[in-house]
Structures are given as C-alpha cells and as structure tokens.
C-alpha cells in the first residue's frame, strides 16, 4: 500500500467560476491579483512544478518541465471551506449551506441561549479581530457571550478566558452544533476563545470547530475500508466532523501544519496525509494582507521544497486549494473560483489536467489502494 499527501492551500484560488458572478465575484482571481499587488510572486518550488503553466501569474514563469497541473471545480454550489473539502473528497452538497447576512434570526438565538445557558451580544456578521476589540469590553463586563457569524456558513462564539473557560465555551459550541439543523445547519459552529485586556485583546490557538457530518460518502471512508489509514492535519478533522479521519494532528497556524506534515512524511509508511494549511485564508486572506499572504505562501513554497526530497516511489503529493478570497474583491469573504492542482509522484509526465476537486480524492484512492469507487464522483488522474 503506498503514500498519499493532500495539501490545501487554504483560499488561493486561481480564478473565477462561470457562476461567480451570481455569488458577487465575477473577475475573481486570487492568486494573479495578490501577484500583481505585491509586484510578482516568488515561488520557485511551486513554480517548478507548474503553477505558472496553469495561468499566467507575475512573477512565475510557466514550468520547463512541469509535473501534472490544472484547474480543478466543484460541482456542488457555496464558496466554504467545509464544502470545497468535502468535494475534495468526493462529497457534494446538494444545496448551499444557510448563511446569515442579518444575524440569527429571534428564535434560534432564544433556542441558543436555552441550550447553552448563556446570553449574547453582537449577532451580526463581524471580522473576527475587529468583534473582540469591539464587543469584548462588553463581553468581559457582562458575562454576554460574542455571538457572530460572516459571509460564510458559520456560527462563531467568542469569549475571554477569564469569564469562559475554553472547556466551557466547547461545551456550549457542542450544545450549540445541536440546536443548528434542519434549515439552520451551518457548516460549521466554531468556538473563538481569546485572551488579553481591552485594547490588545488576542485570539487564542484553542480555536475549534464543530461541523456538520458530511452528507454523503467520502474517498477517506473509501481509503479506510481499503485498510489505508488517514491522518488529518490541521482543521481536516473538524471540517469532516471526524467522518473518516483516524488520526487528527494539530495544526492551528501554518507552522504547526507544515511541522506535522514533515513529521508525518518521515515516519508514515502508508496511508493518506490530508492537510490543511489554513493562514492564507483566516490571518492574511480575509484581511486582505497581501504582503502577509506572500509571505505565507513563500513558507509554503519553502516546506515543499522539503517535502519533496522526502517523497519516494510510492508517493503521491498533491498541492490544491478549496476557494478563493482574492484580495482586490470589494468585500473580504470568500470567493467563488477553481483551485490550482499541482500533483507530482514518481514516473508521472508533464500534462495538464483540468477536473473535479473530487480527482484529488480520486487519484489518492487509485495511487494507494490501486481501487476506485465509481458511485463517487471524481477520476484520477494518476
């Protein structure tokens, strides 16, 4: 049984779907845009294995022999990053998940409080670092927790240390994942603990999330029956509510990601290593930090170049993305558009392959388990 890594490059998407428009991202482009503002891109590992050769980015320069690169789409509709990882896996929602541009409706904030003991404030779309400067002097002299969500399918519950424990605020998440179903199934309820005094309030690594339980069969069930373990690093194992994930390694920033996945390279003799590198998205993406994002993706070009001297011949090493959140956007939310698929294992030619997201869980099942599962949507392309 061989070696699988999936990389998620969290929100670098390389430009708009034919449907963008309808989600209010028509000319999207991630990563061509971030290029473009911050003068070129330097990439010189990601570069080589073809990024520039998928579409013309400033500063990568189209591969000289690249290895199989493209476009990937989903099929399902939304911009989440619960569903773009679910449809890496094969997995496509039915309908877009329910969102909240006015907050939470009465009744399902009363059903909250009732299940969670507590009482809240805010209940309005809000940046995350901007709603604890704002509302956590409240928070801290009430007791209210900081009910908040975005543009995206979440229920966000932020409180300080000192007047919620991070133990007590999971708990209340968990209550909280059970009040929101039916039409009122988020994709994700996420627990924001935080620490600091008024004026330099900070977000603690204790960030969790508590998902919905995907809605259909996945290539990581499909791995496990083959006998394949699957390791999650990062926020895999909460995106699929633990669903054929048998291992969770942390990896609350980049750095904890990117040491894990070195670890898990040098060690794991089989299986699939599910990865997701989550500060293009959440620190730098949706501030629209493009220096920060740069900077970030020059780490993950780094690690790469690492992880590249310790793939063998029965490695398989995919490096993708699940939406966009380009920076020149008129709001900071997600964006709708094709993730880059940069994938390279031994004896592999230079082609282009334009698909599905679901052909990454695809080629993962066919490289390990030499088996596919064609009730699933997705083809390999190895």
């Known amino acids: 049984m061989r070696r699988a890594t999936v990389v998620v490059m969290d929100a670098c998407g390389v430009g708009e779907l034919p449907d963008a428009d309808s989600y209010g991202d028509a000319g999207s482009n991630t990563l061509v845009h971030l290029a473009e503002q911050v003068g070129g891109l330097r990439l010189p590992t990601l570069a080589r294995l073809?990024?520039?050769?998928?579409v013309p980015v400033l500063g990568v320069p189209p591969a000289a022999d690249p290895r199989v690169y493209g476009r990937l789409r989903p099929l399902g509709p939304g911009k989440e990053s619960t569903t773009g990882h679910w449809e890496l896996m094969g997995v496509v929602p039915s309908q877009a998940l329910p969102t909240y541009p006015d907050g939470?409706?009465?009744?399902v904030v009363r059903a909250l409080e009732d299940a969670t003991g507590m009482r809240f404030c805010c209940n309005r779309p809000y940046s995350g670092t901007e709603v604890i400067e704002d509302y956590g002097p409240h928070h801290l002299e009430t007791g209210?927790?900081?009910?908040?969500?975005?543009?995206?399918?979440?229920l966000q519950i932020a409180c300080h240390v000192d007047r919620v424990s991070e133990p007590d605020l999971y708990a209340a998440c968990v209550a909280a994942r059970r009040v929101m179903t039916g039409e009122h199934a988020v994709g994700r309820v996420i627990a924001r603990?935080?620490?600091?005094?008024p004026g330099a309030f900070r977000r603690r690594e204790g960030r969790r999330d508590f998902s919905l339980r995907p809605p259909g069969r996945s290539y990581l069930e499909e791995l496990q029956d083959a006998g394949a373990p699957v390791h999650g690093v990062g926020k895999i194992h909460d995106l699929f509510a633990g669903v054929g994930v048998d291992v969770k390694h942390a990896g609350a920033t980049n750095a904890a990601g990117i040491a894990a996945t070195t670890r898990l390279l040098a060690e794991l003799e089989s299986g699939l290593i599910f990865v997701n590198l989550v500060e293009t998205d959440q620190v730098y993406g949706h501030r629209h930090d493009v220096s920060g994002f740069h900077q970030a993706l020059k780490e993950i070009d780094a690690a790469v170049a690492e992880w590249l001297m310790l793939l063998g011949?029965?490695?398989l090493l995919i490096v993708t993305a699940d939406h966009g959140v380009d920076p020149t956007a008129p709001h900071t939310d997600h964006t709708r558009e094709y993730a880059p698929l940069l994938a390279t294992y031994a004896g592999c030619s230079g082609r282009r392959h334009d698909g599905l997201l679901a052909d990454?869980?695809?080629?993962?099942?066919?490289?390990?388990?030499r088996r596919t599962a064609p009730e699933l949507p997705g083809e390999p392309f190895v």
């Open 313 to 315: 011949d029965d490695d």
């Open 193 to 197: 603990p935080f620490e600091g005094s």
């Open 104 to 107: 939470f409706p009465d009744d």
């Open 144 to 154: 209210e927790a900081i009910l908040y969500t975005s543009a995206d399918s979440v």
């Open 360 to 369: 990454a869980g695809a080629s993962a099942l066919s490289w390990i388990a």
């Open 50 to 54: 073809g990024l520039g050769s998928i």
